[in-house]
């Protein structure tokens, strides 16, 4: 995925000062984010969902590792469904803003192409 160039970003959040343009910088890479799905854990009932949901495991391109939980009976699952295979490169990953280790389920994800795995991906 190409990168915007700094100087845009900061111009298209309209920061007129230092501060600003770190913030503006710090947001943009909080969604816009690029992972690869290492592990697909199977659908289990929990949580705050009344529903079955999917923990999907990323290592992030910085080679941290965050989780995304989505669940099949959300509107956003349509995003999901046909990428959830370990492999998958995706870009335009959000990450909570309570949380710096959860990816939202409503990132506005795009596929970025399958990395080579020869056996499930190390995460732990």
Avoid at 40 to 46: E, F, I, N
Avoid at 79 to 91: E, H, P
């Amino acid at each position: 995925m190409k990168r915007k160039a700094s100087g845009d970003i900061i111009a298209e959040a309209g920061a007129t000062n230092l501060n600003e343009a770190i913030e503006a910088l710090a947001v943009y890479e909080r969604h816009n984010m690029t992972g690869t799905i290492v592990k697909v854990d199977t659908a289990k009932q929990g949580g705050n969902y009344p529903t079955n949901f999917i923990r999907v495991w990323f290592k992030m391109e910085d080679g941290t590792r965050k989780k995304c939980d989505v669940c099949p009976a959300y509107n956003n699952f349509h995003r999901w469904k046909f990428v959830l295979k370990v492999g998958t490169i995706l870009s335009g990953l959000s990450v909570m803003d309570d949380d710096n280790f959860t990816i939202d389920g409503d990132s506005k994800i795009k596929f970025e192409g399958r990395a080579m795995i020869t056996e499930q991906m190390d995460l732990f």
